[in-house]
Each structure stands twice: as C-alpha cells, then as structure tokens.
C-alpha cells in the first residue's frame, strides 16, 4: 500500500468525496450487516418450509410458524454475533473468521432451537425436514454475504473509500508507516498526511508552523505514533505544542511500551496503572476450566479409543519398541510431571540432549510421520488432562533442555506456565505450531501465550478447541 503523504494525496480520494455514501460509514457497516443476516435468517425459514412442503406433499403451507422460528433464530445468531464483535468491519474483512463463526454459531442456535421443541413436545407440529431444509439456506447465504462484504470492503479499504476521519500520522523519521496506516483504515482513520520528526529534531517538533505546513488544518485528528524511546524529549515537545490546535491528539506505543499499555487499566490514586501480568485463575475459574478438562477429555478418550486402539497396533508392528513415549515436562508453576505420546520416532530422547523434530528427520517413523502431522500422536495426553497435569487449552510445554534454553534468552518465557500446560492453545491456532528453529518463532508463541493468559475465558477455550478441528486441516508445518 502507497503510505498518503502531502505530495501524492489525490483528490479523488478524500474522505469528504466518499461521505456522501453511508455504506462505507464504520457504524453503519456493523448495523446494516447485523440487518442482513436477521432478515436472511428469517427468510431462509419461511422458504425453507415452503420448498420443503413444495417438494414433498406438492402444495404450499401457511409459513407463518417458520417466520416465528426465524425470527428467534435469527435474534439469537444476531446477539451471539454482537457479542463475540463479529459485525466491526475489522472482523468483517477477515472471511476465515466469519466462516468459523458461522459454523460454530448457527449450528448452536439450530440445536438449541431443536431442543426447545423437543421440550415443549411440539416435534409433531415442526418439520425436521423444514428445519434441515432452512439450515443448508442459512449456511448458505449467510457465505454468500460474508463473500460480498469480503470483496467490497476490501475494496473500499483499497480505494480510501472506508474511512470517516482523516488523520495527520506524526511518528519518528526512520519507523515504517505502512503498518500504522493500514490498521488505521480498519478503524475508520484515512492517514491524509504525514510528519516526521527525525532524531534531537526538538525544533521542529516544538514549531506550530510545521504542523501547518503539513495540514493539520484540514484534518480531524491527529494520531502521534512512537517506538524511538531514545528520542522521548521530541514526544514531549511535540505534544506541548499540539495543545494550540482545537483538534483530538491520540499516541499510539510500540515495543515494550505498547505492550504494557495494553494491559488491564486501573487506578491507583489519580495515576492510571497498567496489569502486565494477570494473577492465576481465582478458585471459581480454576473450577470452571478444570470441569471442562474433565468433561471433555472423558468424551474425547471414549469417542477415539478405537483411533487409539488402531495406532498402538500399528505402532507396534511398524518399528520396535514401546507404544508410548514419556518425557520430562515443566506444568503449572514449574512443577514437572510426566507427559504421555504414541511413540512417533525411533528415539526415546529425555536428557540433556532433545532436539526438535525437522522436516525429513530420519528420526521419525513411517507411522510417526503420519501422527505426528495428524496431530494423533498427542491423543494420549488427555490422560494427563485427567490427572490434573495439564489442561484441554493453554501453553504447549517443551521439553526440559528447551525450557531452561529459551527461559534464558526470553524475558517473558516462564509467565507461561501461570496456567497449566494445554494440548492446544492460542499460539498453535495462530501459526505457531511444530518447529520453532529460531528465538523469534519461538518469542511470537510466547507472545501468543501470554495473551491466551491475560484473556482466558471459557468462551476461548470452547473457541480455540474448534479452531484447533479446523487447523489440523492444515499439516505443513508439523513434521
């Protein structure tokens, strides 16, 4: 993307042309979105049962008790959508997402509606065949929607067309804008023009004429953004001389900064404090998470103990040696336990000397190449989960060699295990699975990690373990 500066804005472009249009607006985008999918909802089930009787008993019905079924079906998908922040335009440009909240969502609404009726015994008065019927037409156009929004407000994004205010970016003169600029646009801010304060240049950012020159005039904010914390003396001059201009002035921090001014925010006095480190889960949420470990790994062991059966067999006969592989692990507060595997290589390593998997390592097996990208060989653990070892979600633990390596090179490495060690988590969903060959792979999942921990929720455990169904799919970074 071209970063707008001053000399190559063109007029065309302005936010002032593209007002005139309410559907690029950031608001109206999320209330007519909502509007859609309530409406499609309830036309799907009114068709639904017309198409449905149609086909099978040749006459048209009164659809007036599928309107009413609609229009509960679609005020609870709606509400649900609401509550996860499904309709802001940000999550609206990501399809993958929309599509596995689609899936999830709808076919919860759907149970629960079945449910209902099931309870109320009104089975004889609904049609199963009307419901399926208005299932695949939901699922189907609530997709077709999110294709539409997907293509058109990639291409407002594209043509300046989203934004409702513009923006004059200051930040230091060697940090790349683009990024800054292209979150901007997802929040409604069209970066008009674009000031640099080079290093020491205190005069500059201390002289109102420079801001006029670079039109803060004809702007309707100002956004500062900084990451050269060596140069805070510039920061500070700047911002005393934009308190001349009537217009709203927000700092956006990268680096440490930034992340720590992400935390929770609250006060101390009349200063405001930012959590950079969540205290572990209270006894009520301890409880609640280790009800689903327990529920959910009962169900899992009993659904795949065939899966399971069949990979210690083939186990067995592929290569010699044990079934299960055990190895040293570090849980929740540091504590070691024993964790459980098929055996996927040829080696029993749990000393000193572990090395990661790689792609073509002679070390796996024929069989272990398969579970390993499959993800099977880890079916074992729920096991642990059972035992209190680790949990369905959270932080994947590494062998013991890894953990005191990458504890010393990543400041923030050991906040992982404020929580118990997961077979999946936020990282894995994210990119961060299999091999981690350099510090930065192995930083970005700590990253990942930590905000698991900062934001847990059952919501996001539920959320996570169904983006993990959906990843598995993908096998080409797991060897």
Request: with cysteine; glycine share 6%.
């Amino acid at each position: 993307m071209t970063i707008p500066v001053e000399h190559n804005w063109d007029l065309h472009l302005s936010v002032k042309s593209d007002r005139r249009w309410f559907g690029f607006n950031s608001f109206a985008i999320t209330g007519i979105a909502a509007a859609f999918d309530f409406i499609l909802l309830i036309a799907a089930s009114a068709a639904g049962h017309l198409f449905y009787e149609r086909i099978v008993f040749g006459g048209l019905a009164d659809p007036s008790l599928y309107v009413g079924i609609g229009l509960l079906v679609a005020t609870i998908f709606v509400l649900a959508m609401f509550g996860v922040h499904a309709y802001r335009p940000g999550e609206m440009l990501s399809f993958r997402r929309q599509l596995v909240l689609i899936s999830a969502l709808l076919p919860a609404v759907l149970l629960f509606l079945l449910a209902v009726v099931l309870f109320l015994k009104l089975d004889t008065t609904v049609s199963r065949g009307a419901i399926i019927t208005t299932s695949v037409l939901s699922m189907g156009g609530l997709i077709a929607l999110r294709l539409f929004w997907h293509h058109h407000l990639h291409r407002a994004v594209a043509r300046a067309a989203f934004p409702t205010r513009r923006v004059l970016l200051i930040c230091p003169g060697t940090m790349p804008t683009e990024p800054v600029v292209q979150r901007a646009a997802l929040s409604g801010l069209s970066v008009k023009y674009t000031m640099r304060i080079a290093e020491a240049d205190l005069a500059l950012a201390s002289t109102s004429d420079a801001y006029e020159k670079h039109g803060i005039a004809e702007v309707d904010e100002v956004l500062v953004a900084w990451s050269d914390f060596a140069n805070l003396r510039a920061l500070e001059e700047c911002l005393i001389t934009l308190r001349q201009f009537c217009v709203p002035v927000s700092v956006m921090f990268g680096g440490i900064v930034g992340d720590v001014v992400e935390g929770f925010a609250q006060t101390v006095g009349e200063r405001r404090v930012f959590q950079t480190h969540r205290p572990p889960l209270d006894v009520y949420e301890r409880g609640l998470k280790r009800a689903f470990d327990i529920v959910f790994s009962i169900a899992a062991l009993v659904v795949m103990f065939p899966i399971c059966a069949v990979v210690a067999v083939v186990i067995k006969l592929d290569s010699a040696g044990p079934i299960f592989f055990v190895q040293s692990r570090k849980g929740y507060s540091g504590r070691a336990f024993r964790i459980l595997k098929f055996r996927s290589m040829s080696v029993m390593e749990d000393s000193t000397d572990v090395r990661q998997a790689t792609r073509n390592d002679p070390r796996v097996t024929r069989v272990g190449s398969f579970i390993r990208s499959t993800s099977l060989d880890e079916l074992p653990q729920f096991w642990n989960v059972l035992r209190g070892d680790m949990s369905v979600v959270g932080p994947r633990p590494h062998a013991l060699v890894h953990d005191d390596l990458y504890g010393a090179l990543i400041a923030q490495y050991a906040s992982r295990r404020h929580v118990k060690p997961g077979l999946t988590g936020w990282a894995q969903i994210n990119g961060c699975r299999g091999e981690t060959p350099t510090v930065d792979r192995m930083a970005d999942r700590v990253r990942h990690d930590l905000w698991y921990i900062n934001n847990w929720s059952l919501w996001l455990d539920l959320k996570i373990v169904f983006l993990t169904m959906v990843c598995m799919v993908d096998r080409s970074n797991v060897y």
